[in-house]
C-alpha cells in the first residue's frame, strides 16, 4: 500500500477532507488542512503570475496603478488568516488587489478597502463589473480618518492587510520593471496630496504610516493578524536602507502589536536588469517582504 493510500489518522478532532489532507475542528484561526497550513508557513514565497494569468483578474484596468498587488496572492493570505466569514481592511487599498482577492477567497468574506485616488477606485470597481466580481466597499479618503466612516469604526476586523507607498519612492525615476511595463522612466507618484505617504520624507512618512496602523489596530480583534508589504530601498554609501527592518522597529511602538516573523515573496514574472554592469554590483531586488504581526492583548 502506497503511503497516499494508507488511511488518515484523524484522531478526535480529525475531519478527513480528502486529497486536502486532515482539518483540526480545533482551527480556530482558518479552515485550512494541517497540509495546507505547512505550505502557507515556507518563508520563501514563489510565485508566476505573468501579467496575462488569469489569476491576475482585471490587470487591463488594474494596470493604471503604479504597483497593483495580484489577486491571487491576496486570497492566499486570506485564506491563512480568516476563517469563511473573515472580516478585512486594507488602509492603502489602490486598485483592490486585497478586495478582489477576498471575493475569490469566498465564504461569506468582506474587505473594506481605503484609497485616496479616485480613479483608482473607479478601475477596481470596473473589474468588478466585467469580471463579475463581488464588490466590495471602497471608501474615498485619507486613512487617517477612517474611523469617521461607519463601514471601519462599526466593525471588528480579523485581518489587516497594508501595502502602504514608501516614502518619496514613487516619486523617483523609474528604473527596471516599473519602466519596462510603462514605457516610460519618468516619476509617477500615486497622487499629489501631502498626505500620501508616497510623498513623505522618509523623517516624515514612519510616524504617519504608524498613525494610520493604529487606527486599524483599534479596529482589530485580539489575536488577529496585520500584515505588511515592503521592499528595501537600494543601500547608500552610510545608509544600508533596510526598510523592512526599520519598518517593524516602528509599528512595534504600537502597544500589543507584536512582530511573529515573515514571509519572503518572490514573483518570478519579474526580469532581471543589468544594473551596474560591467562595473559594480548593484542588486536587482525582486522580492518583497511579508511582514506579520499580531495583536496580544
Ligand atoms: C502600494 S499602493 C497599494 C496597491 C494595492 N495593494 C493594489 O493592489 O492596488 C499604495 C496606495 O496607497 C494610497 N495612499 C497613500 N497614502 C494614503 C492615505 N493617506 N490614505 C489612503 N490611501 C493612501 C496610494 O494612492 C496608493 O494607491
Partial sequence: MSKKDEPKKLGKNGVDMGDRGVYDKRNTLNDLTGKEWVYFTNSVWITGYSPTAKENVGLKYRKIHPSPKPPALMKDIIEFFTKSDGKI???????????????????????????????????????CETENMQLMTMINDDSNNMLQHPEVSETVFDLVIADPPYSDMMSKERTGQRKKLYNDSSPMPYTEESVDLGNMSQEDFFPALRNIMQHCFSRLKNKGYMVVFCKDFQPQPGKPNLLHADIINELCKIDGLVYRGMRIWHDQAMSLFPFGYPYSFVMNQIHQYVLIFRKEQ
Fill in 89 to 127: 481592511l486594507d488602509p492603502f487599498c489602490g486598485v483592490g488587489g486585497t478586495l478582489l482577492g477576498a471575493a475569490m477567497a469566498g465564504g461569506d468574506r468582506q474587505a473594506v478597502g481605503i484609497e485616496l485616488e479616485p480613479k483608482f477606485i473607479e478601475a477596481y470597481q470596473k473589474v
